[in-house]
């Protein structure tokens, strides 16, 4: 049985609260044209570092890449890394064909893409990146953008010649790279599984022991 959803209003973004912008963020792979301004770019990343980190040393920095050709040099970049290292057998294949065209944009056409990297201290500065990027994405939904993270990316940005080309120390590491856009429409969602709870350990005995496993 799938979990539970919510529905939200997209056209009332001014009035959802934190549960509803949760329920209501999708991975968004079509966008339109507009060009996100500075001042909203910023916004997010402010929202971004509102995350916690462990013992608060905040382990994260930013690329901002607004530069269209730019965008589709490091998409073509990453196909052909794609392209020379995976198994495409373990793709679907809608994602095979993807990879395969090198006509296609990995980065889905998105005119903002957000590297969010991991410096390398404090106890676990990958987990604090990733909250941060979850942030970023759910103050994005509350904005009315679309975000989705490009995993395919990752070993392009990573390589140490793409990180001198855009300013990354060698120590750094991206961690989650995010493109942002208006969305030409919120896809519905896929649902979710059930979540899987192992135990719940009350001190109490469960009249309904299995009450939570459905």
């Not at 959802?16 to 500075?38: Q, W, Y």
């Not at 990958?126 to 904005?143: G, K, P, T, V, Y």
């Amino acid at each position: 049985m799938p979990a539970p959803s919510r529905r939200c209003d997209t056209q009332n973004m001014a009035e959802m609260s934190a549960l509803d912008v949760i329920f209501a963020r999708r991975a968004v792979r079509d966008f339109t044209d507009e060009v996100l301004s500075e001042s909203t770019v910023r916004r997010l990343i402010d929202a971004a570092i509102q995350a916690p980190s462990a013992v608060n040393v905040q382990p994260w920095a930013f690329v901002v890449i607004q530069d269209k050709a730019l965008l589709k040099s490091l998409s073509d970049r990453a196909e052909a890394i794609m392209a020379a290292g995976q198994d495409f057998g373990q793709f679907a294949p809608e994602q095979q064909h993807r990879i395969e065209d090198r006509s296609l944009n990995i980065f889905y056409n998105a005119g903002t893409l957000v590297l969010i990297c991991a410096k390398p201290e404090g106890l676990h500065p990958d987990w604090d990146c990733c909250f941060a990027a979850q942030n970023l994405m759910l103050a994005a939904r509350e904005q009315g953008l679309g975000t989705c993270v490009i995993g395919f990316s990752w070993p392009t940005f990573n390589d140490p010649d793409v990180k001198k080309d855009l300013g990354i120390p060698k120590s750094y590491r991206v961690v989650t790279p995010i493109i942002v856009g208006r969305p030409t429409d919120f896809p519905q969602s896929h649902g979710r599984k059930r979540p899987e709870i192992l135990a719940w350990k009350t001190g109490k005995v469960l009249s309904e022991p299995d009450a939570f496993r459905e």
